[in-house]
């Protein structure tokens, strides 16, 4: 087993998957407050880190994962793209067989499915837009009943906004249902002892999930994920032996020092700088 590339896999796989629980919580935090605007924009982020976590299972024999799938993660407008079918075709049929060999579910529509979850990402991007950006809408979300100039279409804007938010919801629940199968079945599905480091490194990775949404106040989560994850671990109990993980002290030490993570805190402390500097130089009398 690779110390290096395993454990990097498992942590960015995992917390695609934890981040994408963790919007979905506060989308419906936010929904269940009538913050309907932000309630939109945390969902569709669940639909989105939910949908790139199933990109993060596809990996080569040797363990890396091939770089054109790396760039489609890091883009919205390209994972609406690549799920729909309308780039990279050839990887998205490798990506499908992958999946199919990967998996105890045969699903022969599973290219029809990735490209109906493509086009619900897209229309909950442009939901997130209008919701984020359009001041019209998240200024006047208190309106009912709009017509237009020629009197022959009504929109009641409260109530179109408040829908939105509550659909966007029901598809994080969805997706999360889709993807974390995959999970699963493709981590059951490697070799020996590989798949108990990554099935011990879930199980804590869900420990962390609860403290942050814990020390974020954003309890409780919603009842389908919580049912989710109550499933998924047992299902993991099931499977894991963790007599087969004798390195894992070493697999834990390489997950909280590879050069992705260490660039991403990296970039946080110089946010922090720069913040600082800014307010320093701002706020003089």
Known sequence: MNLWKEPEWSEMLFSYLTAGWYDWTVSEHLYKNNTHCWSVTSGYYSHYILATALLQLYRLEDGTRPRQMKRIATSHAALCSFLKGEIEPKLRTDFIDYLQASSQQ????????????????????????????????????????????FGDNTINVSDTVEKISGYILELSSVINDFVINFVFDVITNLDEPIKHYHLKHFLEEIGDFYALVEKENVMPIPTALAHSIHSINSRVFEVLREEKCPRYRDFKQNISSFSEKWYSYNELKKNLIQLERAISILDTK
């Open 106 to 149: 045969k699903h022969e529509k599973l290219s029809d499915k990735l490209e109906e979850i493509g086009h619900a990402l897209f229309s909950a991007k442009k939901a997130r837009e209008s919701h984020t950006y359009q001041v019209l809408v998240v200024s006047h979300q208190t309106l009912g009943d709009v017509t237009n100039k």
